[in-house]
């Protein structure tokens, strides 16, 4: 499930795509408003972003954020990884945190395993086929903002 960090910081990235061709700087405050995300809860987003080089900060009166790179180059399934973590539904089926699930007796013999990385596959392929630019290209990319 797409949590509502993840939708948040997709709404912001998604503005930050749309100020990029005029290389503008957008506060904070604009993007809260414009995404209808309260602000403190997008400015950890935005650290978040910005710590893992997608977005670059800048302070003062002419400050605020923009795009480190290209929308081309920012697949949906980096930024939700930076915000929630693995695509994968179970620990057992994740690429990056593999780990047994606490509940499973052995994972050799488990009947989801296998399930839930073709699950995992499935999605990730979507997630990682999709840009930013894709994703504001798309004629109802403003139903981002109705999440």
Same mark, same amino acid.
């Given at each position: 499930?797409? $949590?509502?960090?993840?939708?948040?910081? @997709?709404? +912001? &990235? *998604?503005?930050?795509?749309?100020?990029?061709?005029?290389?503008?700087?957008?506060?904070?405050?604009?993007?809260?408003?414009? $995404?209808?995300?309260?602000?403190?809860? @997008?400015? +950890? &987003? *935005?650290?978040?972003?910005?710590?893992?080089?997608?977005?670059?900060?800048?302070?003062?009166?002419?400050?605020?954020?923009?795009?480190?790179?290209?929308?081309?180059?920012?697949?949906?399934?980096?930024?939700?990884?930076?915000?929630?973590?693995?695509?994968?539904?179970?620990?057992?089926?994740?690429?990056?945190?593999?780990?047994?699930?606490?509940?499973?007796?052995?994972?050799?013999?488990?009947?989801?395993?296998?399930?839930?990385?073709?699950?995992?596959?499935?999605?990730?392929?979507?997630?990682?086929?999709?840009?930013?630019?894709?994703?504001?290209?798309?004629?109802?990319?403003?139903?981002?903002?109705?999440?």
């Amino acid at each position: 499930m797409l $949590s509502s960090r993840a939708k948040y910081a @997709l709404r +912001a &990235i *998604l503005i930050l795509v749309e100020e990029a061709e005029a290389d503008r700087w957008t506060s904070a405050q604009t993007i809260a408003e414009r $995404s209808n995300t309260p602000r403190k809860f @997008l400015e +950890a &987003i *935005l650290v978040q972003l910005r710590d893992q080089g997608f977005i670059q900060s800048r302070r003062g009166p002419v400050g605020g954020h923009k795009l480190l790179l290209p929308p081309e180059q920012i697949s949906v399934a980096d930024v939700m990884r930076i915000i929630d973590g693995p695509i994968a539904l179970t620990p057992c089926a994740s690429r990056t945190r593999f780990a047994v699930c606490k509940d499973c007796k052995d994972i050799e013999t488990c009947q989801l395993t296998d399930l839930m990385r073709r699950v995992r596959d499935a999605a990730a392929a979507v997630l990682e086929g999709c840009t930013l630019a894709d994703l504001a290209r798309m004629p109802e990319a403003g139903a981002v903002f109705s999440l």
